[in-house]
């Protein structure tokens, strides 16, 4: 299979918007004291900036899936593709960790290990190495059972059964644990529950290989067909999410409520709406070719090396910021989470700042991933196929 162009492009779009909550997450006035979907202290437009982020992880999960799945189509050879994963895998697992994790925090000391969405793609793809030879309507329900399952593991009670639960507790829910009394292991991204993502990304893939007009009808079905079940199942309040809605102030304050969805783990509602909007998305790429589609495509055409380096343009823009706001390097606090964020002290910049800064990184952004796409097409370097 060539390279699909709507999935650079969807794939580009949802990057762009993952610097957004990166920008937020690292600079915004209140990020460290606040969450955003708070509907106590929140605000709309503090609410929407985080809502729209959220089709970043899914989409970025699902499309690696997919990205497997021609993987293996165009090298028709099992063995080597099985190889592949669980090297590739593995090496995210690596840079997660190190260089990745350096990129968040900015602590040299690493006390805190956070494993997120590089690693969970990375444990997928190993999983994925041992079962890609399963036809691919085992590999799509065994990704639905976990989507539409995993939610039923919080009624289930463990706490008579330690063992169990400790070693099930860290694969399906997001939760925290010491290593050493100076050192913190994160696990942000639950891997079971993304792992569901990316099978079903995996077992999507044939759809790729339909002709356009029966992919872009098949993509809209699929897309509205989970939006009206996410709506149906989230109007009655009873599954698809930990979080039920209720009534609020107001009436967009209730309707931020019904959208207000679980992400750390991904809920089955959450999953839904998300990559109902992906299918969409793709649906409508294809038409999308214009100078600015053709611009988010290019982020697209190289996700992980524009993964790697963003970190490592907004992280130094915080510290610069800082400077500006007065602070000394003496006062920045890396230790504790706080991206070297003073204590104790106000910081960072008002969301209307979070905006700019974000439009200006994605522009310092596209210079150097259209360099490496130009490069990356042009060479057959082995260490390419993994940045």
Avoid at 196 to 211: D, N, Q, T, Y
Avoid at 224 to 241: A, V
Avoid at 344 to 357: D, F, R
């Amino acid at each position: 299979m060539k390279r699909i162009y709507s999935i650079d492009f969807t794939r580009g779009l949802v990057m762009i918007l993952m610097v957004l909550d990166h920008v937020r997450d690292l600079m915004h006035v209140s990020s460290i004291t606040q969450n955003p979907v708070d509907l106590l202290t929140t605000t709309p437009s503090l609410f929407f900036t985080r809502l729209i982020t959220h089709l970043c992880a899914p989409i970025f999960v699902f499309l690696a899936g997919t990205s497997a799945y021609i993987l293996f189509i165009n090298r028709q050879n099992p063995e080597q593709s099985r190889k592949f994963l669980i090297k590739r895998g593995f090496w995210l697992l690596f840079l997660e960790f190190t260089l990745i994790n350096f990129g968040v925090w900015f602590d040299i000391g690493f006390h805190t290990y956070l494993f997120q969405v590089i690693a969970a793609i990375g444990c997928g793809l190993i999983i994925l190495s041992f079962i890609q030879r399963l036809s691919l309507v085992t590999i799509g329900i065994t990704g639905l059972t976990i989507i539409f399952g995993h939610n039923l593991l919080s009624t289930i009670p463990l706490e008579g059964i330690p063992v169990i639960k400790a070693i099930l507790t860290p694969l399906f829910i997001t939760t925290a644990f010491p290593i050493t009394a100076q050192t913190t292991f994160i696990m942000g991204y639950p891997p079971i529950p993304w792992l569901g993502i990316l099978l079903i990304g995996f077992a999507s893939g044939r759809l790729f290989e339909l002709p356009e007009d029966k992919r872009k009808s098949t993509f809209l079905k699929i897309g509205f067909g989970s939006l009206i079940l996410f709506i149906f199942l989230r109007f009655i309040n009873i599954y698809g999410d930990p979080s039920l809605w209720s009534v609020q102030k107001n009436n967009l304050f209730t309707f931020l409520s019904f959208v207000n969805l679980t992400k750390y783990p991904p809920s089955l509602l959450f999953c839904l709406i998300t990559l109902g909007i992906m299918f969409i998305i793709l649906a409508l790429a294809e038409q999308a070719k214009n100078r600015v589609a053709n611009f988010i495509s290019v982020f697209g055409k190289v996700p992980f090396f524009f993964y790697l380096i963003h970190w490592y343009i907004i992280h130094p823009l915080l510290i610069v910021i800082l400077f500006i706001q007065g602070f000394h390097w003496a006062d920045l606090d890396f230790d504790s989470g706080n991206f070297g964020r003073p204590k104790g002290v106000e910081s960072g910049l008002e969301l209307w700042a979070i905006y700019i800064i974000w439009i200006g990184v994605v522009l310092i952004l596209y210079y150097p991933c259209r360099k490496y796409c130009v490069y990356k097409a042009g060479h057959q370097k082995w260490w390419l196929k993994y940045i």
